[in-house]
């Protein structure tokens, strides 16, 4: 059974922000940022029980839009940990995106969000998957693990006057080692690489899909069966 925190960790991923979550609860943004903190630095000691109704009322509305936004993309849907996922933009071809994602995974807690990856990886649809955070890049400069930031960012240093962030993601993991494997190099990649400079950690979740559902093979060109005489 979820805690009402893990409820609105979830339902901010189709929201989009804390103010639309507070509109939809009747509170403020800056209550529903601390309820999102339950029980870390910054955050309530406890979300009062007094507001499970208005709480459960908008879980529902989100694993509504989740289920529905999951079965038009036909991407995996964890009923268990409901998240809104979505599909990429189409290629400039036409073709579709084989890739899907969630936004606004910051709050989920790490037991879960391990969950939702392995649940994903499991049905076996996708290629590979990743999680980006959020970076102060003056803090990420100085950590050996983001070389490749550091290295873009070293010209810059004298110029930049207060915290600039930017997504970084980790490596892609593919999903040959198994879902177990593939979740503990990413969980890995976060706390040595993101951890460190990381405003936000875990903030989108990325997958590849296998194949592109609904999407038609191109027809193999024809073999000439005749023969040449001699």
């Given at each position: 059974m979820l805690t009402n925190q893990e409820k609105?960790?979830?339902?901010?991923t189709s929201y989009g922000s804390q103010r639309a979550l507070a509109r939809a609860l009747g509170v403020t943004h800056q209550k529903v940022g601390r309820w999102l903190k339950e029980g870390l630095p910054g955050g309530a000691r406890a979300i009062p029980d007094a507001y499970a109704d208005p709480i459960d009322r908008v879980f529902a509305n989100h694993v509504?839009?989740?289920?529905?936004?999951?079965?038009?993309?036909?991407?995996?849907?964890?009923?268990?940990?409901?998240v809104f996922?979505?599909?990429?933009?189409?290629?400039?071809?036409?073709?579709e995106s084989k890739i899907f994602y969630?936004?606004?995974?910051?709050?989920?807690?790490?037991?879960?969000?391990?969950?939702?990856?392995?649940?994903?990886?499991?049905?076996?649809?996708?290629?590979?998957?990743?999680?980006?955070?959020?970076?102060?890049?003056?803090?990420?400069?100085s950590q050996s693990g983001l070389a490749s930031m550091r290295?873009?960012?070293?010209?810059?240093?004298?110029?930049?006057?207060?915290?600039?962030?930017?997504?970084?993601?980790?490596?892609?993991?593919?999903?040959?080692?198994g879902a177990v494997k593939?979740?503990?190099?990413?969980?890995?990649?976060?706390a040595e690489k993101h951890a460190p400079s990381a405003k936000?950690?875990?903030t989108e979740f990325l997958f590849q899909?296998?194949?592109?559902?609904?999407?038609?093979?191109k027809p193999k060109p024809q073999r000439n069966e005749t023969k040449r005489r001699r």
């Amino acid at each position: 059974m979820l805690t009402n925190q893990e409820k609105l960790a979830l339902a901010i991923t189709s929201y989009g922000s804390q103010r639309a979550l507070a509109r939809a609860l009747g509170v403020t943004h800056q209550k529903v940022g601390r309820w999102l903190k339950e029980g870390l630095p910054g955050g309530a000691r406890a979300i009062p029980d007094a507001y499970a109704d208005p709480i459960d009322r908008v879980f529902a509305n989100h694993v509504g839009a989740a289920a529905a936004q999951a079965q038009a993309d036909k991407i995996p849907f964890n009923p268990q940990y409901p998240v809104f996922m979505q599909k990429g933009e189409p290629l400039r071809n036409g073709d579709e995106s084989k890739i899907f994602y969630a936004q606004h995974t910051e709050y989920i807690r790490p037991q879960a969000r391990r969950a939702i990856l392995r649940q994903v990886i499991a049905t076996k649809k996708i290629l590979k998957a990743s999680v980006g955070s959020r970076i102060d890049v003056l803090r990420a400069v100085s950590q050996s693990g983001l070389a490749s930031m550091r290295e873009k960012y070293d010209q810059r240093l004298g110029r930049i006057k207060s915290p600039e962030i930017l997504p970084v993601f980790t490596k892609s993991i593919d999903v040959r080692g198994g879902a177990v494997k593939m979740v503990d190099e990413i969980e890995k990649y976060l706390a040595e690489k993101h951890a460190p400079s990381a405003k936000d950690l875990g903030t989108e979740f990325l997958f590849q899909l296998a194949t592109v559902p609904g999407k038609r093979a191109k027809p193999k060109p024809q073999r000439n069966e005749t023969k040449r005489r001699r």
